[in-house]
């Protein structure tokens, strides 16, 4: 008898410990069970979360213009490929034009003397007795050149505008006219500061630096004056032009009539790429076709 009863206790506890792991393993299903529908509540909230930011995205992309939507492709875009280009063409093997609007380190603004133009090609009839604009060329200090960036038609610009330019981007050449030579101007460089500059605040730009600066002015107080039987030392038109742009290095373009007689073509000072400040010129501008020694007329 006692060891029937051990017999049966021994199956009471079994039963009760088979009691207590079924308990525990049903429990732990159901733990696991909320677990599986938790995970599924979160990814069904995160599914919705992204379904709502994909359709909130494309509610903003849908509210911009064309206009917009391609000026910021082509802002991103151009913050990735200008640095690229300007490297590559930096070596030797690779220099050829590029064409990459606000690929430019600064603007090169040339100003040209109608008299010393008009000895090597033939002219208009009326010419001004002043300096007049040649262009604003956004450029490097080395290749690439960029020339022609875009294929953006250039627009008839405001009568008041048009009138200043006339008096000081006037067209020299007898086969061209005052329109014709503005519209070459912007296609071949100032579409590649377009990034900056539309086509009307490039030329008022061009326009508002040039009166500042009054070049006939600046040399007239450096005694340099247009005679043509005087010629000048190429230190002194220098040191008065550096005194109208913050004593910054200008460049400085002769024509070579003879061996012996320099005549003051251009005078071309270098402004920061925002247009805003000036800058001194890259030292392979400073003097072209300038021949050390010989002075230089201002012809009338």
């Known amino acids: 008898m006692p060891q029937t009863s051990s017999i049966s206790v021994s199956r009471r506890f079994s039963n009760k410990d088979h009691r207590v792991k079924s308990t525990s393993a049903e429990q732990e299903q159901q733990s696991a069970v909320q677990r599986r529908k938790g995970d599924d509540d979160l990814l069904d909230e995160l ?73 090597r090609s033939l002219c208009v009839s009326d010419i001004n007795q002043t300096f007049g604009i040649h262009g604003l060329w956004p450029t490097n200090t080395k290749w690439p050149f960029p020339q022609y960036c875009s294929n953006g038609s250039y627009h008839e610009m405001p009568k008041k505008l048009k009138v200043e330019l006339h008096e000081r981007w006037p067209n020299l050449l007898e086969w061209n006219t005052d329109e014709g030579f503005w519209k070459d101007e912007w296609d071949k460089h100032g579409t590649c500061s377009l990034d900056k500059f539309n086509q009307t605040e490039y030329f008022k730009l061009a326009l508002s630096k040039t009166k500042k600066l009054d070049l006939l002015n600046l040399l007239k107080k450096g005694d340099i004056m247009p005679i043509h039987y005087k010629s000048y030392n190429i230190v002194d038109i220098v040191k008065a032009v550096r005194d109208g742009i913050n004593n910054k290095e200008p460049g400085i373009l002769c024509y070579n009539k003879t061996k012996t007689s320099h005549f003051l073509q251009e005078i071309r000072v270098c402004l920061e790429a925002n247009g805003h400040s000036y800058k001194d010129c890259p030292e392979s501008i400073r003097a072209r076709n300038c021949s050390k020694g010989i002075n230089i007329t201002l012809p009338i």
């Open 47 to 119: 599914q919705d979360n992204r379904i709502h930011t994909v359709a909130r995205r494309r509610d903003v992309s849908r509210s911009r213009s064309p206009a917009v939507n391609k000026m910021h492709f082509t802002i991103t875009l151009l913050a990735v490929l200008c640095p690229f280009t300007l490297w590559w063409f930096s070596f030797p093997g690779n220099q050829s034009v590029a064409s990459s609007i606000g690929c430019y380190e600064y603007f090169l603004m040339t100003l040209q003397w109608p008299p010393t133009v008009c000895m």
